[in-house]
């Protein structure tokens, strides 16, 4: 999650709030070895990159958040706002895997 932040949502949206016009490709994670990852850590490190995400937004002015564009390879072109749904999504579908999860359990 914590890695995803990074280098997804903060880095686009400093993208955009700078008026780069960025492309973006699929972010993609397969090959990732999680193994020996403490959940705990992870969620603390995510909880202040997502605090930080937000942060900026709220520094961005309003047409930064808007107008500002970048074309992604999936979701076509995107703005401030989209990044942030697009963060909110991605933690719905984390919430929804751990259900999953500890369903088995």
């Known amino acids: 999650m914590h890695q995803v932040e990074i280098d997804c949502h903060l880095a686009r949206l400093k993208q955009l709030s700078e008026n ?9 994670n397969d090959g990732w070895e999680f193994e020996g990852m ?11 990159l997502r605090q930080t995400l937000l942060d900026n937004a ?9 107008l500002f ?7 076509g072109e995107v703005n401030g706002m989209n990044i ?3 963060a909110a999504h991605h933690d719905v579908e984390h919430i929804r895997d751990l259900r999953l999860l500890i369903a088995q359990l």
Do not use: C, I, S
Not at 20 to 28: E, F
Not at 58 to 66: K, L, N
Not at 69 to 75: D, E, I, P, V
């Open 20 to 28: 780069a016009k960025p492309t973006y490709a699929y972010y993609n």
């Open 69 to 75: 564009t970048g074309q992604h390879a999936y979701f």
């Open 38 to 48: 403490a959940l705990a850590e992870t969620v603390a490190k995510w909880t202040v």
């Open 58 to 66: 709220v520094a961005m002015r309003e047409d930064q958040m808007t």
């Open 84 to 86: 942030l749904r697009m």
